[in-house]
């Protein structure tokens, strides 16, 4: 669900038009991830507002709190050792970081650089991340930590105390309420802000995210190229490379492998000029996954392993383990049954280690074909 309906009393009309567009946004970022920097007066307003998105936003989601300080500057580094530690569900969880002290400006450079490095941890976990800050040092990050700042989802400021809301009662949605409610969204934006691309881009890029979710391919194609319009006017490349990304998942489910390919390679060319490690290794198995669809293993076999590299290299343990996973497939198409359990065998070993109750099922799943398959070649070769 994206968030219920807002209505704000005490904020100027412009300032509650930005706080409903904050809360639907977030909602439609649930599950999908992203940074979200809020720049606020003081902490009261802080607070209010953060109230405010609490009781609007569906039930049941879970709020970690971080308070920046002296001492405690690289936040994304703790964000990995609680997904680490607790059972993380990024479609139910927000974080809520809190950046809003008077730090000596030796600490600010040491929490700036910190998020400039650490970025891609957001990404690699899918979490929703609010960063409340001051207005000038959403200035500051701009200008110094300008890799971070090209991951930001979205961008707002409230410099005013809202001093009342009502929130309608929560009703269910349909693929076609969330729809609408979205399409509804973008019309309010065009109107009100149509200079606002970004904004724009990332409700074009939700709309295409629900309409996948639902196999309906032509809005999602649609809506995705929408967005990677805007992203271009914006050179905004990570999001735009995602974008064309997803536009390539499109038609690979069309069928269309060739169109495919191309943006997928669009998109790899981007994420490697932006040095975005984890987007890169994404889109290499993707592109290998098409390869063997298309019947060329050997250059399947070389994607995945490219894949595989990066995922190992920047630790990313759900990737490294799909990717074996991938690999033990090919070498199971080429007719190496005793190199394709070897590495599933691997990626099952990591399944386990994570947790992921699903990866184990689909690892152990092609382990016992493999070997079935190999008892299978045993008795023909007796016989």
């Known amino acids: 669900m994206a968030g219920k309906n807002v209505k704000v009393k005490g904020l100027p009309a412009a300032q509650s038009l930005e706080l409903e567009k904050l809360t639907r946004v977030i909602g439609l970022h649930l599950g999908i991830g992203g940074i979200f920097i809020i720049a606020v007066g003081n902490e009261k307003i802080q607070q209010r507002i953060e109230r405010l998105l609490k009781t609007c936003l569906e039930d049941g989601i879970a709020w970690y709190l971080f308070k920046v300080d002296n001492e405690r500057t690289d936040v994304l580094l703790y964000l990995r050792g609680l997904v680490d530690k607790k059972n993380i569900e990024p479609a139910k969880t927000i974080i809520s970081i809190k950046v809003l002290e008077d730090y000596h400006p030796d600490t600010v450079q040491k929490i700036l650089h910190a998020l400039n490095t650490r970025r891609e941890y957001v990404c690699q976990d899918k979490l929703l991340c609010l960063f409340w800050v001051r207005p000038e040092l959403m200035e500051q990050l701009q200008r110094q930590a300008k890799d971070f700042w090209s991951f930001r989802s979205y961008t707002c400021k409230f410099e005013e105390m809202p001093s009342h809301w009502r929130i309608p009662a929560k009703r269910p949605q349909s693929y076609n309420d969330r729809i609408q409610e979205i399409t509804s969204l973008i019309g309010r934006v065009e109107a009100s802000s149509p200079l606002n691309r970004g904004l724009l881009a990332s409700l074009y890029f939700a709309l295409g995210e629900q309409a996948s979710k639902y196999s309906d391919l032509e809005r999602a194609l649609s809506s995705f190229l929408k967005a990677k319009k805007l992203l271009v006017q914006t050179q905004d490349k990570r999001n735009l490379a995602s974008t064309l990304g997803n536009i390539g998942a499109i038609y690979q489910t069309k069928g269309d492998l060739d169109e495919a390919l191309r943006y997928l390679q669009e998109a790899l060319k981007i994420f490697r000029e932006i040095g975005y490690l984890q987007g890169e290794a994404s889109d290499l198995g993707n592109i290998g996954a098409i390869y063997q669809t298309k019947g060329d293993l050997d250059e399947a076999l070389r994607y995945h392993q490219e894949a595989l590299k990066i995922d190992r290299e920047i630790g990313y343990l ?57 008892r299978s070649k045993t008795r023909q070769g007796a016989g």
């Open 318 to 374: 759900q990737g490294e383990a799909s990717q074996l996973g991938n690999i033990g497939l090919i070498y199971k198409d080429k007719g190496d049954l005793d190199e394709a359990l070897r590495y599933l065998q691997e990626a099952l070993k990591i399944f386990r280690e994570m947790g992921s109750k699903r990866g184990v099922k689909i690892a152990a799943e092609n382990i016992k074909q493999i070997k079935e398959a190999m």
